[in-house]
């Protein structure tokens, strides 16, 4: 399996952080207070799976 850790974006790392976050809390899928891990996968220019791992403290 290859990852690769995205860094070659062209605005300031906070920047599209927030956006990703933004977007996903209007969706649903994480809450304002998210701990966890999101993982998206992609077949074909479309999602073809969500995970989401919440970290309870």
């Known amino acids: ?3 690769q850790v995205v860094t070659d974006i062209r605005v300031p790392n ?6 990703v ?3 996903l ?3 649903n899928i994480i809450p304002e207070t998210f701990s966890g891990k999101v ?3 992609f ?3 479309g999602i073809s799976y969500i ?3 919440e970290t309870l403290k």
């Open 1 to 3: 399996m290859r990852r």
């Open 14 to 19: 906070s920047v599209w952080k927030k956006k």
């Open 39 to 41: 993982v998206i996968s």
């Open 51 to 53: 995970e989401k791992t």
């Open 43 to 45: 077949k074909e220019g």
């Open 25 to 27: 809390h209007e969706l």
């Open 21 to 23: 976050f933004d977007t």
